[in-house]
């Protein structure tokens, strides 16, 4: 199936997954068009939104800011039609994980067009699917191995520089594999659906715990 990938990163306040109701920042690439969320305290954003005009705009609710990346979304997949797919780096067991529960928390609903046809892929995964033979396989030494940069400061991570980090990484890797196209091709797609599921899940598995 021909899919769009969407490079995405997303920074919660805590490193839980399952206690990361605050978002710091939030990021998403598709080509030329951009989507930027950025926390300005605790409960207001900053929201950049390609397709409403390429407005910034301030003091947005969290809910507000998810609903417009799922605007986001429905824009690239009305294009085209295909299959959306969205790439973070350690997104397994992090980035999916977050952004799921805090639809989830915010009672923010995916159309249902959409919902079955959205996927993640995790480029730490991928990678190694290649057999590059790297060290490490974190952001930082990848950053400092294959684009020859310095490593982010400590502490000091957004989700726009991270998502453009990830860009330029996979695109480096890629053209060392004969193309995106092809290097796409080992990555193991996690549905959105299956992936919420999961999480619902392992949810009431440990209410049940609790109770007994």
């Not at 199936?1 to 990361?20: G, L």
């Not at 067991?93 to 977050?98: C, L, R």
């Not at 092809?182 to 949810?203: P, T």
């Amino acid at each position: 199936m021909k899919q769009d990938v969407v490079f995405f990163d997303i920074e919660p306040t805590s490193k839980d997954v399952r206690n990361a109701r605050q978002i710091k920042s939030m990021a998403a690439k598709y080509r030329k068009c951009k989507f930027t969320l950025k926390s300005n305290d605790d409960q207001h954003y900053q929201l950049y939104d390609v397709y409403s005009n390429g407005k910034v705009f301030n003091n947005v609710t969290l809910k507000v800011g998810l609903k417009k990346f799922i605007n986001f979304l429905i824009e690239i997949k009305n294009k085209t039609g295909y299959k959306i797919v969205l790439l973070a780096h350690n997104s397994k067991s992090y980035d999916s994980d977050i952004l799921i529960r805090n639809f989830m928390w915010q009672r923010v609903k995916i159309p249902g067009y959409l919902f079955n046809d959205l996927a993640f892929v995790d480029s730490v995964k991928l990678i190694k699917s290649w057999n590059f033979n790297f060290k490490e396989h974190n952001l930082d030494y990848l950053i400092n191995e294959v684009l020859e940069m310095e490593p982010r400061p400590k502490g000091n991570h957004d989700a726009w520089k991270d998502v453009m980090y990830l860009k330029k990484i996979v695109f480096e890797l890629a053209r060392r594999r004969g193309g995106f196209v092809r290097f796409m091709s080992k990555a193991k797609l996690d549905s959105y659906k299956a992936k919420k599921n999961q999480i619902i899940s392992n949810l009431k598995k440990k209410r049940a715990e609790k109770r007994s």
